[in-house]
């Protein structure tokens, strides 16, 4: 069982996170899942000892996964992990140097990420040369998904936006005459931590004309709220987009 002062403590330095660091909400939200693991790997044991505890932190976390799933903790999550609890540590010993005299500094420096961790999966990038064969693609003018599907894959190659704010961008967000793009929660779309930004999309003409003419032919169809990737509806061999 998680002692009461391990929990008061995590939820104070989650307080100095927010009121004094001044992190956004979904961060601390983040710090917070992350002490999760420490909490529940001390059980009974106070913060200030922790260092006599096996198994150690980090083989505890070779093993652990506390949201249903199966199979090791991603690397980069184990990382932050251990990130924060460094982060955390230092922050007590700061703070409250005669309860925490006795956990050796050398702790809190050994602390690693599982020595059998998986290491990261490689990155797969898409090259200009594929983006340039699916732009390339001859489509049925009456084929609005796949007319679709090819203006996003170049939109997505042009402006390296992520996927979750690309299927929520309004037509409203989209100025191709400036090559920019509105990465505005204020808008709807849905960005990294709900920050503000605006992308400018490479200048590839060839890339360029084909994302114009699906902007084109949608903004004469939908309102300026509509989504740029929008749903497509068939009914009876015909296509039409939908404004929802």
């Known amino acids: 069982m998680v002692i009461r002062t391990n929990y008061k403590l995590s939820k104070e330095y989650l307080k100095y996170l927010d009121e004094v660091t001044q992190l956004d909400h979904s961060s601390v939200q983040r710090y917070w899942a ?6 529940i790997w001390a059980d009974e044991s106070a913060f200030n000892d922790v260092s006599n505890i096996r198994p ?6 070779a093993g652990i996964r506390l949201d249903g799933e199966t199979g090791p903790l991603a690397p980069a ?18 703070n409250y140097p005669h309860e925490f005299r006795s956990l050796p500094d050398t702790w809190i420096a050994s602390l690693q990420v599982p020595r059998h961790s998986q290491s990261a999966a490689n990155h797969v990038f898409v090259t200009l040369e594929e ?65 503000s930004a605006t992308t400018y999309l490479l200048d590839i003409p060839d890339l360029l004309a084909v994302v114009a003419k699906w902007d084109a032919f949608i903004r004469t169809r939908l309102p300026s709220t509509a989504m740029w990737f929008t749903p497509s509806i068939g009914h009876w061999g015909e296509q039409s987009l939908s404004a929802n």
Do not use: C
């Not at 992350?34 to 909490?39: Q, T």
């Not at 990382?79 to 007590?92: E, G, V």
């Open 77 to 94: 999550t184990l990382k932050k992990i251990i990130q924060t609890t460094k982060r955390f540590f230092t922050w007590l010993k700061m």
């Open 34 to 39: 992350y002490l999760k693991h420490l909490l």
């Open 131 to 195: 983006v340039r064969k699916i732009a390339a693609l001859k489509i049925d003018e009456n084929d609005f998904a796949l007319r679709r599907d090819q203006a996003a894959a170049t939109m997505l190659f042009l402006s390296g936006m992520r996927s979750g704010a690309f299927v929520t961008l309004p037509i409203q967000a989209v100025d191709l005459d400036q090559r920019t793009i509105k990465q505005q929660p204020v808008l709807g779309v849905h960005t990294k931590n709900g920050k």
């Open 56 to 61: 150690t932190f980090s083989s505890y976390l």
